[in-house]
């Protein structure tokens, strides 16, 4: 996966060359062994992201479980009566970015939009609980977006979904605006998580990328269909192989040679990272490398999230130094953990370090 060096540093980067060179023949898109990063390099790299500080911009939710039992049908409707036992909310959205920034360590700053209403308060108290301050959030007049899911005997019945889409007006873009600017400069890294849920705007984009291109923060971007080539300079464009053939009208062919990197140049971004699935990721750079990253998840219990989880690794690992190749490595374990726990799920940074020797483990076992 890691093609020429690609500013890997010492034992790293003699690393990266030895695997290349065993996968070189192996076809376009060459596998990464993950152990191709030493565990010196990716613990400096973690224990220099929690000193780091992350601003995330991007479409606040809040989620809400009811569980309970069914033992009717409504006589109104033929539908089943859900006696709820238990009500759960849960950082939604960009809102659980933020969450996984904190769960690594590092400092985050919010910039997003949420009504009036008691969605709001409770979202704004769940952040305060993580240590984030609710500080650059900006309240419109908008109900914030909750999606209700009911669940009974362990499957969704409904989900209800309380929002407006549509995008923000010029005054309340203005303050969303001047909120961003703030949070990008203290920050050392900007994510950029849409959700089309109307805060990422064209003129919130260019106005926050201009910015941190101006103090010089890497800018990692989770899109979704509208406004996908507004985010031209971005550091890593991180869309799923869904979302990009969206965008492009055609068919991504993984295994034509001229593929993604002409994506890549139609985007205008220093790298793109096309998320797979179960195939892992494939990193694309400027130079036209194609680097391949399969999974390392050895279980899988619950994929919701993993996208989240891997968003805000890779800003944290930019932040604290290392470069695209390296922060999708560390990003891809941080992913395999994610994907083990129920629900989305945080990801501490001992928990990645963890990740990497029970795989070097089960290689030499192999």
Known sequence: MLGACNGLEGKGCAEASRTVAAVSGCGYLAAAMPLSLSRDRV??????????????????MLDVYLRGDVERISPEAPVPVVRVRERRFALGGAANVVQNVR?????????????????ATTLREMLG?????????????????????IVARGQQVVRVDEEDDHDLDPADVARLVASADR???????????????GVLVPAVIERVMARASARKIPVVVDPKYRNFFVYRGATVFKPNRRELESALGAEVDLEH?????????KLGVESLLLTLGDRGMALISQNGSVRRIPTVAREVYDVV???DTVTAYLAAVLAAGGNSAEA?????????????KSG????????VIDAYDDFARSRESA
């Open 344 to 351: 989305a799920a945080t990801v501490s940074a001992d928990e």
């Open 43 to 60: 613990v400096a790299l973690l224990q220099a992201a929690k000193a780091k500080r992350i601003a995330v911009v991007g479409d606040a």
């Open 257 to 265: 040679p001229d593929a993604l990197p002409a994506a890549l140049s």
């Open 305 to 307: 999230g993993a996208g």
């Open 328 to 340: 999708a490595i560390v990003a891809n374990y941080a992913a395999g953990v994610e994907v083990s």
């Open 129 to 149: 609980a993580i240590g984030v301050a609710p500080d650059s959030l900006v309240t419109i007049d908008r109900p914030t977006t909750t999606k209700t899911r």
């Open 103 to 119: 769960g690594l360590g590092a400092a985050c700053d919010f910039v997003a939009a949420t009504g009036k209403d008691a969605g």
């Open 183 to 197: 949070a990008i400069d203290v920050a050392d890294a900007l994510i950029l998580e849409d959700y089309n849920k």
